[in-house]
């Protein structure tokens, strides 16, 4: 598996916690550069942080959602800096929330161009979306892990809804196994 790993990529982790019981997003868009709170536009705040790179959105709730992290552990990273100067506003907050990812979206190349009429009959149609004429990838729904993979012919593929990195792992290497079974690659 240490050969796969290093053809994945993982392009976003998006994740939510919860870092108080009540925030003031006009005290924190007032007191933090870097924010964007747009309420009749969106009813979250919008915290942008140049390192980690991420978005981190910020409800009244107390609820935050983090993206655009490479990993998890830029994630953990990303919130506790938005919690820490949260507090530094006068609020109370949690810097060290119980976190929970929602999506990975990783990438990886299979090296070789594919044949996506072929692979979509082999994978079986009650499991793959393929319309060319809508959309030049093809889209396979795995139950184990449970993502979504979008296949293009070119061998490039994007893995969508995994909440680990394996789960993007496993993903690629059973449509590889599927693949070269059936003799498509």
């Keep these: 598996m240490a050969e796969i790993k290093s053809q994945i990529k993982i392009e976003n982790v998006v994740a939510s916690t919860s870092i108080g019981e009540e925030l003031d997003l006009t005290a924190i868009a007032l007191a933090i550069d870097g924010t964007v709170y747009e309420p009749e ?3 979250g705040l919008v915290y942008r942080l140049k ?27 990303a919130i506790k800096k938005v919690a820490t100067e949260v507090e530094k506003t006068g609020m109370i907050v949690n810097k060290e929330p119980d976190i929970k990812v929602q ?12 044949n ?3 692979i979509a009959i082999t994978l079986g149609l009650e499991k793959v979306e393929y319309e ?3 959309f030049p990838g093809m889209v396979y729904r795995l139950d184990d892990p449970k993502v979504v993979v979008l296949l293009f012919g070119s061998g490039k593929l994007v893995c969508t809804g ?14 590889m196994d599927k693949l070269t079974e059936a003799d498509l690659m």
């Design 41 to 43: 536009q969106f009813p």
């Design 51 to 77: 390192d980690p790179k991420t978005a981190t959105l910020l409800f009244r709730s107390g609820k935050v959602v983090c993206t655009g992290a490479k990993n998890l552990k830029d994630v953990k990273r």
């Design 103 to 114: 999506n990975i979206v990783a990438t990886s190349d299979l090296g070789i161009e594919i």
């Design 116 to 118: 996506l009429n072929a």
């Design 132 to 134: 060319p004429e809508q």
């Design 162 to 175: 995994a909440r680990k990195p394996e789960d993007a792992e496993r993903a690629v290497l059973r449509i």
